[in-house]
Nanobody, 112 residues
Framework: VQLQASGGGSVQVGGSMTLSCAASGGISGINVMRWYRQPPGKQRELVATITRNGVTTYADSVIGRFTISRDNVKNVLYLQMISLKPEDTGVYYC???????WGQGTLVTVSS
């Protein structure tokens, strides 16, 4: 499975953005998919996880603002982000742990 993330860009504080991660080879048979992010100068951190059945978990810092979802027919993983803050700035990566596959990353910049 190869992952291709897209949808990043620049947005003002309080804005919204949706990231997509297209998976070649399909994701319907893959249980866990994740979004990570790496803020400038910091370690990569887990943002959200979703199982094949739609069970989701989130980092405390994004609860209520981010929503992870997946379309097992279109083979796409999504991350909807609202009420964005400057600390949400970073490179966002989709990740599939079964085959240890990372997307190439997409940069999100939130400015005040």
């Amino acid at each position: 499975v190869q992952l291709q993330a897209s949808g990043g860009g620049s947005v003002q504080v309080g804005g919204s953005m949706t990231l997509s991660c297209a998976a070649s080879g399909g994701i319907s048979g893959i249980n866990v998919m994740r979004w990570y992010r790496q803020p400038p100068g910091k370690q990569r951190e887990l943002v959200a996880t979703i199982t094949r059945n739609g069970v989701t978990t989130y980092a405390d810092s994004v609860i209520g603002r981010f929503t992870i979802s997946r379309d097992n027919v279109k083979n796409v993983l999504y991350l909807q982000m609202i009420s964005l803050k400057p600390e949400d700035t970073g490179v966002y990566y989709c990740y599939q742990p079964l085959y240890d596959k990372w997307g190439q990353g997409t940069l999100v910049t939130v400015s005040s």
